[in-house]
């Protein structure tokens, strides 16, 4: 490993990049490879671009201002590892089968109002964003909020031991990935190493007392522990209204009661802004500031996201989908007060056995809330969705004939599936 000496050269550096299409004056290019590509062979142009130096690990490349290591993506790790020894910066992991990203951003915009805060950016939440998000973060950061996702056992264990977390959160644990998990016991154990992270680094875990699963690995995992409810010794009580479209509700905190209204679509937020909220008053943030930041944030991306078009109103929440995140998005919806709501619903993926059990599952619960419609998109949807009397086709472009056709008009429509179905591209039919 040389990955002091990639210490000091990334101190010397304006950064670092694996992509040799943008690379910035003085940074350091890390040459990855993958199934389809090898960065080793654009080391030369990151150079010629203005890169500091090459980082590769494959001596056929090797130039002037190249740097040769043993595996590109381990020293890569590895740097991040030792630039977070030298960050003065609280570090909070936050991973979960649901609502990961809205609360690590729901998170840093709370904190952001009193401390210099910096936090994942978009999904780079795995082997290598994870490593990318320590490597970007300006020196003088003092909370940094660090997304981890996983696929499969010992992810989590990993991301941890480059982020390095003093706080965790676990959002929730549910039936996504089981392809690469076997199990929802699978799913128990794999994010539960970052409890086991907390433990034997002394971290904290913040948690949601009122979700059984969570409660239980608390007490079998960790040590320091801050239940949602009572983050500062005064106890933290929120109420939501779920049939309002914009999630609102009240707050009670040292026996001041306070409204908010956010710009998040569902119930299931609820306990994403709880998760928030307790953080930011942990550290001292002022109960004022935190119910801003909350009602400022603005979600994007296709997660809980309301869009007024001119004929209807949508909640756009395809960015991904699993059982448990289907249910809870079809549940909000239902109890919406609106004239006629409509769902577009496409395959779950990476579901693995479990495939057509949860399908099926997820079909009968729209039968039985009595939503007035329901379009669904995919391989599987198709096959089952007739048996309980919805329209269903192959893929989305079949669907956006059909949606332009209807004119659909005065409508609300729920827009979920998972990201491999490309269900944002019915939007402009809608």
Known sequence: MRTEELYELFKRSTGVSTDSRSIKPGQLFFALYGPNYNGNRYASEAITAGALCS?????????DNTLLVDDTLKELQA???????????????????????????????????????????????????VPLTILASPPDTEMMVVEMGASNPGEIGRLCNIARPDIGIITNIGTAHLEGFGSLEGVKAAKSELYEYLRKNGGIAFYNEADTVLTELIYKYVVKAVPYADPTGYDLITVTRPEELYLSGSINFEGVDYQFRTNLFGAHNHQNIRAAMAIGLFFGVPVEDVIEAIEAYNP?????????????????????????????????FSRLTAPEKICIIGDMLELGEKTEE????????????????????????KRLAPLYGFEAF?????????????????????????????????????
């Open 55 to 63: 980082v590769i690990d494959d001596p056929d490349y090797e130039s």
């Open 79 to 129: 740097l991040a590892g030792m630039v977070r020894d030298h960050l003065p910066a609280k570090v909070i992991g936050i991973t979960g089968s649901n609502g990961k990203t809205t609360t690590r951003e729901l998170i840093a915009a709370v904190l952001a109002r009193k401390y210099k805060t910096y936090s994942t950016n978009g999904n780079l939440n795995n082997h290598i964003g």
């Open 300 to 332: 994007s991306n296709n997660r809980s996201q309301i869009v007024k078009t001119k004929y209807n109103t949508l909640v756009c929440d395809s960015y991904n989908a699993n059982p448990v995140s289907m249910a809870n998005a079809i549940e909000s």
């Open 358 to 381: 949860e399908h099926h599952t997820v079909l009968r619960l729209i039968g039985t809330l009595g939503i007035e419609k329901c379009y669904a998109v995919g391989e599987t949807m």
């Open 394 to 430: 192959d893929d989305v472009d079949e669907l956006v004939k059909v949606l332009r056709s209807s004119q659909l008009q005065d409508k609300m429509i729920l827009i979920k599936g998972s990201r491999g179905i490309k269900l944002e591209k019915c939007y402009v039919a809608l």
